[in-house]
């Protein structure tokens, strides 16, 4: 079997953060793929840079675990694209994700900048 | 899940849509179009990537891979067939062989009865009837009174049911026009109800269809499906049983044949008072039948126990209402006579298989039990030392990035393969070797494999799978990617745990194969002393039929033989004719005491006074050729108004009339009230069974005795015997339309029906031992060979250091000669051991018979040395130059 998947750590550490990304995007509306992935660079102040084939090999994942639906639709400048939509679940499953993600950063604060205490 | 949702190209067509976008919005900020879509590009990366990751992550990936480990494991099999055929073959005989036996084992021993909750259900068993009493067997029949008298106590076993066959053999049907003969039993009115049979269609009998002898009939699923068709109106319509019409009122459960030993039953009627339906189909006794003889012992009693009660407390509750019952018609007991005693037994078997048949089948299985090890263990060894040889090829793949876990998969899924196509073919082959053994043992029940059968079968599978599994497990595990750079052929593989391992699975094969060689060899050997058993007459050229006609008197049965064995002696071809009330060769014997000079003889010593007689006709001796030794033979002048002349045996003249001149004394029946005198003595002969020994015999005339029924007729051909029956069947439906000849054979045919279990059992045998030793010949000569190719180039450095060919020859041989040895040794005690377990089986061969030790001995030998003549050539024509330069 020819394939190599040596980086695996990597995109494992990614994936929740982009999948979490993703689906906060896809809050304000439905969007096809080139459309999320410039909407999270711009937002993030082009911090984040959104590597693009794992970008739709993530949309693919979420609309396997029917958190977003996709269909082919036509972007504004007329061109054919593949629309992506929240769903019920998906909407569900940002809110908990984005508290975890709140409860992960405060603790990661608490430890990286203690308060009163010399490192 | 298993479905695919997207397809590779929509995902590829979506990247393309993305690469646009991108494209468009770079443009929108200024950028030319060529480097718009360079950027575009750039941006994303590697678009294959993408869409290999897709392709990978997609859920259809499993099956894809499982297609191509098939498709990998299916081409690595076909370039070695030899070892993919041998394997599965070997499977296949093991496992099919295994399931075949298991399967008869599993019908005749394991299976339970079709009824109601069968394991209350139990067959009523007796010590020994009182004296002066006739009985079918002495343990297992009952008399009418004794079945009356418990029946009516409902405390212990409720009901009580009698069931007894309308005829020894098969009796005359008719159902049309054309005579036929079945199977028939006359049962009690609660014998559906009570074993708990459903009907198919129609009704069973009920208890006042007992009372009123109802002239009506159930058939059985079997019956109906053969000679019916399964025609549903069969309902309503007539069967005549002796010339008796019954109304076919009801069909019984699919899979019920009756409770006879080892037979099927075809019909049931209600228990009948006529005496053309006497049980048995035995001839009315001074105008008594079953019914009305208290002193014949002839009903099979079977009953359900009540709930809560114990077998125990049955009998006891029963017993004295029994031995009340048992005296019925003969007064009360003699002084000291030990009265009857009552057992129940078990009866949710089949009836009668387990005697006839559990022990053979139990040894049987133990002997393919010995085959499949041989089997596996083989198809083990072959895989192997096939993956062992492959050992470079693994290391090379996982140099070249396979992973271990893909290595291991690709052996399983060969090893699966193999499994399951052996398993097919094991399959197949079980049905058909299942059908051979269930003709060749006469089990007449159907014996189709059901789901335990496949359970079974499934079992031995994955027990193979696993260990083919496990096998190759260590091997591949031990190639490292470092081994395909670094070691050749000649160093690779010189493991000594691993080929000492084969070499112990080699001698436990040899084991096996010696032990498997002593049983088949002592079965045939006593197939061969039974073959070969001088029967005392001149059995070629015999043939034998009964007919059962229905006489109104005793002078009219006479006359009816008289002019049927006329007829049959007018037609061509025919050199003499006879009748006979038992036939020969039948296993039945009628066995009583006999007077000799008006009183019941002294036997020294305690032994047996018990005489075998039998009623024939005229020229009985000479049709079967056998010697009369003394006086004369019967003849067509011995009438019912002549003197009455019977005819002894040697032993009966021994026994009898120790240095005496038997000729002209008188002898009778066990009351005295027939009384004959001996104008004959003629040599011994084999009269119920091959495998008998000899016993006092006499003879009556049949023309002089107060009964008639049913004969059998004797006919001595010229040239084929068979080609002889429908010319007789023409003359027999001449004199009357409703007689079928029943059960027509040629007479080495009947007698050799009495060894029927030691042919089955020895023919069994020795397939089972040639199996072994082809098994064992492939194994060693797979391990051999294999061994002998690793160590080319070890042979070639001896043979260029000076070694001469015979040494390398015997080099080889030696390694094969050691295993023989190691095997013969463990294998004799344990041949011993399963010569004891036979013995009982065998026939004029004893279990340590040296010459059968010996031939399995240089069986093995032999196998071992041919099995390794190949390799070892092959090693002796090693070219040391050419091995040496291969590396």
Same mark, same amino acid.
């Given at each position: 079997m020819p394939t190599q998947e040596n980086n695996e750590d990597r995109i494992a550490l990614l994936q929740g953060t982009l999948d979490l990304l993703i689906l906060k995007t896809l809050l304000l509306g439905p969007c096809h793929g080139q459309g999320v992935a410039r909407s999270i660079q711009r937002q993030s102040e082009e911090v984040l840079f959104v590597d693009h084939g794992s970008l739709y090999l993530a949309l693919q994942r979420l609309e396997d675990k029917k958190l977003i639906q996709a269909k082919w639709g036509v972007s504004e400048n007329n061109r054919k694209a593949r629309f992506y939509s929240l769903t019920a679940k998906g909407r569900a499953e940002l809110l908990e994700k984005t508290s975890q993600w709140k409860k992960l950063t405060r603790a990661m604060g608490l430890i990286l900048e203690p308060q009163g205490e010399e490192v | 899940m298993f479905r695919r949702k997207r397809s590779a190209e929509d995902f590829a067509e979506e990247i393309r849509s993305h690469l646009e976008l991108e494209a468009d919005e770079l443009r929108s900020e200024g950028m030319d179009q060529e480097e718009a879509h360079r950027r575009a590009r750039v941006d994303f990366g590697s678009v294959r990537a993408a869409r290999e990751r897709f392709y990978m992550k997609s859920r259809w990936q499993w099956?894809?891979?499982?297609?191509?480990?098939?498709?990998?494991?299916?081409?690595?099999?076909?370039?070695?067939?030899?070892? +993919?055929?041998?394997?599965?073959?070997?499977?296949?005989?093991?496992?099919?062989?295994?399931?075949?036996?298991?399967?008869?084992?599993?019908?005749?021993?394991?299976?339970?009865?079709?009824?109601?909750?069968?394991?209350? /259900?139990?067959?009523?068993?007796?010590?020994?009837?009182?004296?002066?009493?006739?009985?079918?067997?002495?343990?297992?029949?009952?008399?009418?009174?004794?079945?009356?008298?418990?029946?009516?106590?409902?405390?212990?076993?409720?009901?009580?049911? !009698? =069931?007894?066959? /309308?005829?020894?053999?098969?009796? +005359?049907?008719?159902?049309?026009?054309?005579?036929?003969?079945?199977?028939?039993?006359?049962?009690?009115?609660?014998?559906?109800?009570?074993?708990?049979?459903?009907?198919?269609?129609?009704?069973?009998?009920?208890?006042?269809?007992?009372?009123?002898?109802?002239?009506?009939?159930?058939?059985?699923?079997?019956?109906?499906?053969?000679?019916?068709?399964?025609?549903?109106?069969?309902?309503?319509?007539?069967?005549?049983?002796?010339?008796?019409?019954?109304?076919?009122?009801?069909?019984?459960?699919?899979?019920?044949?009756?409770?006879?030993?080892?037979?099927?039953?075809?019909?049931?009627?209600?228990?009948?008072?006529?005496?053309?339906?006497?049980?048995?189909?035995?001839?009315?006794?001074?105008?008594?039948? =079953?019914?009305?003889?208290?002193?014949?012992?002839?009903?099979?009693?079977?009953?359900?126990?009540?709930?809560?009660?114990?077998?125990?407390?049955?009998?006891?509750?029963?017993?004295?209402?029994?031995?009340?019952?048992?005296?019925?018609?003969?007064?009360?007991?003699?002084?000291?006579?030990?009265?009857?005693?009552?057992?129940?037994?078990?009866?949710?078997?089949?009836?009668?298989?387990?005697?006839?048949?559990?022990?053979?089948?139990?040894?049987?299985?133990?002997?393919?039990?010995?085959? &499949?090890?041989?089997?596996?263990?083989?198809?083990?060894?072959?895989?192997?030392?096939?993956?062992? !040889?492959?050992?470079?090829?693994?290391?090379?793949?996982?140099?070249?990035?396979?992973?271990?876990?893909?290595?291991?998969?690709?052996?399983?899924?060969?090893?699966?393969?193999?499994?399951? +196509?052996?398993?097919?073919?094991?399959?197949?082959?079980?049905i058909a070797a299942t059908r051979a053994l269930a003709a060749w043992a006469q089990i007449e029940s159907s014996l189709a494999p059901d789901e335990t059968v496949l359970i079974f079968a499934l079992s031995i599978l994955v027990l193979a799978a696993l260990l083919f599994g496990l096998a190759p497990l260590r091997i591949a595990l031990a190639a490292g990617p470092a081994l395909a750079l670094k070691s050749s052929a000649a160093t690779s593989n010189v493991d000594a745990g691993k080929s000492r391992a084969a070499k112990a699975i080699v001698a436990l094969q040899m084991t096996l194969c010696v032990v498997l060689l002593v049983g088949a060899g002592l079965l045939i050997r006593t197939l061969r002393n039974l073959e070969n058993t001088p029967l005392g007459l001149h059995v070629d050229g015999l043939v034998v039929f009964g007919v059962k006609p229905e006489f109104k008197s005793v002078p009219q049965g006479i006359a009816f033989y008289q002019e049927l064995m006329s007829k049959l002696r007018a037609l061509p071809a025919v050199e003499s004719v006879t009748v006979m009330g038992e036939r020969l060769g039948s296993w039945w014997s009628n066995n009583s005491d006999m007077t000799v000079d008006g009183r019941l003889p002294d036997v020294p010593n305690g032994g047996s006074r018990t005489v075998r007689s039998n009623v024939v006709g005229p020229g009985f001796f000479t049709t079967l050729g056998v010697p009369v030794l003394a006086g004369r033979d019967f003849a067509d002048s011995d009438t019912a108004n002549s003197p009455h002349v019977g005819i002894i045996n040697e032993q009966f003249a021994k026994r009898f009339f120790p240095n005496q001149n038997p000729l002209g004394r008188m002898i009778g029946t066990g009351d005295g009230r027939y009384q004959m005198t001996v104008v004959g003595v003629v040599k011994d002969h084999k009269y119920r069974s091959i495998d008998e020994g000899p016993i006092p015999m006499a003879w009556y005339m049949y023309a002089q005795i107060p009964i008639v029924g049913?004969?059998?007729?004797?006919?001595?051909?010229?040239?084929?015997?068979?080609?002889?029956?429908?010319?007789?069947?023409?003359?027999?439906?001449?004199?009357?339309?409703?007689?079928?000849?029943?059960?027509?054979?040629?007479?080495?045919?009947?007698?050799?029906?009495?060894?029927?279990?030691?042919?089955?059992?020895?023919?069994? +045998?020795?397939?089972?031992?040639?199996?072994?030793?082809?098994?064992?010949?492939?194994?060693? =000569?797979?391990?051999?060979?294999?061994?002998?190719?690793?160590?080319?180039?070890?042979?070639?450095?001896?043979?260029?250091?000076?070694?001469?060919? !015979?040494?390398?020859?015997?080099?080889?041989?030696?390694?094969? &000669?050691?295993?023989?040895?190691?095997?013969?040794?463990?294998?004799?005690?344990?041949?011993?051991?399963?010569?004891?377990?036979?013995?009982?089986?065998?026939?004029?061969?004893?279990?340590?018979?040296?010459?059968? =030790?010996?031939?399995?001995?240089?069986?093995?030998?032999?196998?071992?040395?041919?099995?390794?003549?190949?390799?070892?050539?092959?090693?002796?024509?090693?070219?040391?130059?050419?091995?040496?330069?291969?590396e």
């Open positions: - | 099956l894809d891979r499982l297609v191509r480990d098939l498709r990998f494991g299916f081409r690595s099999l076909r370039q070695s067939p030899g070892f +993919a055929l041998t394997a599965i073959l070997t499977l296949a005989l093991g496992v099919g062989a295994n399931t075949a036996v298991f399967s008869v084992m599993n019908a005749v021993l394991l299976r339970s009865l079709p009824v109601a909750d069968p394991h209350r /259900l139990f067959y009523l068993r007796t010590s020994n009837p009182p004296r002066g009493t006739g009985t079918i067997d002495t343990t297992q029949t009952f008399s009418y009174p004794v079945y009356d008298a418990l029946r009516n106590d409902k405390r212990a076993l409720s009901p009580v049911i !009698a =069931y007894v066959p /309308l005829s020894g053999n098969k009796v +005359a049907v008719r159902y049309g026009a054309q005579p036929e003969e079945g199977e028939g039993d006359m049962v009690s009115g609660t014998f559906f109800s009570g074993l708990g049979v459903k009907l198919s269609r129609g009704r069973g009998f009920t208890e006042q269809d007992e009372k009123d002898h109802a002239p009506i009939a159930v058939i059985s699923y079997n019956y109906w499906t053969r000679r019916f068709a399964r025609n549903p109106d069969v309902l309503g319509s007539t069967l005549y049983v002796n010339a008796i019409g019954f109304t076919i009122i009801g069909i019984a459960a699919e899979g019920f044949e009756g409770l006879e030993p080892g037979a099927s039953t075809d019909f049931w009627i209600p228990l009948q008072n006529r005496p053309e339906l006497n049980a048995w189909g035995n001839a009315p006794e001074d105008g008594k039948i =079953y019914t009305t003889n208290p002193t014949w012992w002839c009903l099979r009693l079977i009953g359900r126990i009540a709930p809560g009660v114990s077998r125990q407390q049955a009998v006891s509750a029963l017993t004295p209402l029994f031995q009340r019952a048992a005296y019925v018609g003969l007064g009360s007991p003699m002084e000291g006579e030990k009265p009857p005693t009552l057992g129940l037994e078990e009866a949710k078997g089949f009836p009668g298989y387990s005697e006839r048949f559990g022990k053979p089948l139990r040894l049987l299985m133990a002997m393919v039990g010995f085959v &499949l090890l041989i089997a596996l263990t083989n198809v083990a060894m072959l895989l192997m030392a096939r993956n062992a !040889a492959r050992q470079r090829e693994f290391s090379m793949r996982l140099a070249l990035g396979a992973g271990r876990r893909d290595l291991l998969r690709q052996l399983l899924i060969e090893s699966l393969m193999l499994v399951a +196509a052996g398993g097919v073919l094991a399959w197949l082959f079980a049913k004969m059998d007729v004797e006919m001595r051909v010229h040239g084929d015997p068979l080609a002889i029956l429908p010319s007789a069947r023409k003359v027999v439906q001449q004199m009357d339309p409703n007689l079928a000849l029943i059960k027509p054979m040629t007479q080495r045919a009947q007698y050799e029906l009495t060894i029927s279990n030691q042919i089955l059992f020895a023919r069994l +045998a020795g397939f089972f031992g040639l199996l072994a030793v082809v098994l064992v010949a492939t194994g060693l =000569y797979g391990t051999l060979a294999y061994r002998v190719s690793r160590r080319t180039a070890e042979i070639g450095v001896r043979m260029a250091l000076g070694a001469a060919r !015979a040494q390398v020859v015997w080099m080889i041989l030696r390694d094969s &000669l050691l295993l023989t040895a190691f095997g013969v040794v463990a294998g004799i005690p344990l041949a011993i051991f399963v010569g004891r377990a036979l013995s009982s089986s065998l026939y004029g061969v004893r279990p340590l018979d040296l010459v059968t =030790y010996a031939l399995a001995i240089s069986g093995v030998t032999l196998v071992a040395l041919a099995a390794s003549a190949a390799p070892a050539g092959r090693a002796a024509s090693i070219d040391p130059q050419k091995a040496l330069r291969e």
